[in-house]
């Protein structure tokens, strides 16, 4: 089984946010391979398909972000998989323009403390990863308030454009590997 998870914050307040992208890309995904994130399990809304032939599980974790990696060792105690062949994460990127992907099979968490949660958690840095541009932030503005600010209409369009994206990305990586993903969209 691939687990897939989409990083965000649960809860109304969030939805739509730059921070949220991982949940959007999770339901973009989800429409798109016909599958329904409708269950609460490992501390995430989770939903059961098939992408590429394989089996997936699609998470949304419902920790907030910064806590991620709960959610993904519930999920990792529950079905035994290996991170480095069968988990791809996919979340935002302050350095990367809005709607660009940056795939990678593996990595440091560049200062994303979902992704340091989930590290932590995993055991292991080598878990794949599709990052998603959201643009740098103002310089006079706080992280916080970018990251949970939401996307000006021209930037939306970038961004809906950006999950079709990663909807092709995610199944070229199951289907054949990361590598040609990583070769497509970086």
Do not use: W
């Not at 501390?43 to 709960?70: A, D, H, R, W, Y």
């Not at 979340?91 to 990367?96: A, G, K, S, T």
């Not at 200062?111 to 958690?121: D, T």
């Not at 021209?154 to 092709?168: G, L, P």
Request: proline share 2%; glycine share 10%.
């Amino acid at each position: 089984m691939i687990v897939i998870a989409g990083l965000g914050n649960p809860t109304s307040k969030y939805k739509g946010t730059r921070h949220n992208v991982g949940f959007d890309a999770i339901d973009k995904i989800a429409d798109e391979f016909s599958i329904n994130v409708d269950t609460l399990k490992f501390k995430s809304l989770c939903g059961k398909g098939i992408i590429g032939g394989e089996k997936v599980l699609l998470m949304k974790p419902q920790t907030f972000m910064n806590n991620s990696g709960e959610a993904i060792r519930e999920a990792m105690n529950f079905y035994k998989f290996n991170p480095e062949d069968e988990l791809i994460i996919i979340y935002d990127d302050i350095n990367l323009d809005v709607g660009r992907l940056r795939i990678r099979a593996k990595g440091s968490a560049g200062g994303h403390n979902g992704i340091k949660s989930i590290i932590s958690h995993a055991g292991t840095d080598k878990f794949k990863r599709i990052r998603i541009g959201v643009g740098e932030k103002p310089v006079a503005m706080d992280l916080a308030d970018y990251v949970l600010s939401r996307f000006d209409k021209t930037d939306r369009v970038k961004i809906e454009d950006a999950f079709d994206d990663v909807c092709d990305a995610v199944k070229i990586a199951i289907e054949e590997d990361i590598n040609k993903a990583m070769n497509k969209y970086n």
